[in-house]
């Protein structure tokens, strides 16, 4: 069960990640009307929810999803980012945390693998100043990579 639920969430998540394709709307967002900023954006929170469901630090990348809510004071009102944000902050100071996230409860030897691969994530590079710069040459390789072993992880837990 936890498999199709993992395999849901990876259809959802992977590619946005490592394509840094959060990054490239928002960039066309920024340079002309159109697509809100924060379009997609719970697929990038998710994997942090994670990170943060394990005990992860919550400060910088609260810290970088504020600059942005700043940056883009309509997009971030109309997406309702802040509420989700702070949901997703709430959620994951819950002991259900993960089961919540997954909608099942992982075996302790899975959460053991999930925690370590997400415990490196990181959005704290996501600065409002990248918006305009067109995609993933803005993200950190040790990012990239990051990200990649956290799906990669979720994939062998099917």
């Known amino acids: 069960m936890l498999g199709v639920m993992l395999r849901t969430a990876l259809a959802c998540l992977g590619s946005v990640i490592l394509s840094a394709g959060f990054l490239a709307v928002a960039a066309s967002a920024k340079e002309q009307p159109g697509p809100n900023v924060?379009?997609?954006?719970?697929?990038?929170?998710?994997?942090?929810?994670?990170?943060?469901?394990?005990?992860?630090?919550?400060?910088?990348?609260?810290?970088?999803?504020?600059?942005?809510?700043?940056?883009?004071?309509?997009?971030?009102?109309?997406?309702?980012?802040?509420?989700?944000?702070?949901?997703?902050?709430?959620?994951?100071?819950?002991?259900?945390?993960?089961?919540?996230?997954?909608?099942?409860?992982?075996?302790?030897?899975?959460?053991?693998?999930?925690?370590?691969a997400a415990l490196p994530l990181s959005i704290a590079w996501m600065k409002p100043e990248h918006m305009g710069s067109g995609g993933s040459d803005v993200v950190p390789p040790e990012q990239t990579e990051a990200f990649k072993y956290f799906f990669q992880t979720l994939e062998t837990l099917e």
């Open 38 to 116: 924060f379009f997609g954006f719970e697929n990038v929170l998710t994997p942090i929810a994670i990170k943060w469901a394990c005990g992860g630090e919550t400060g910088e990348d609260l810290a970088a999803l504020e600059a942005l809510m700043i940056a883009f004071p309509d997009d971030a009102e109309t997406s309702k980012v802040r509420e989700i944000i702070y949901e997703t902050v709430e959620g994951s100071q819950r002991d259900t945390a993960l089961t919540e996230i997954f909608g099942g409860t992982p075996t302790v030897e899975q959460t053991k693998l999930i925690c370590a």
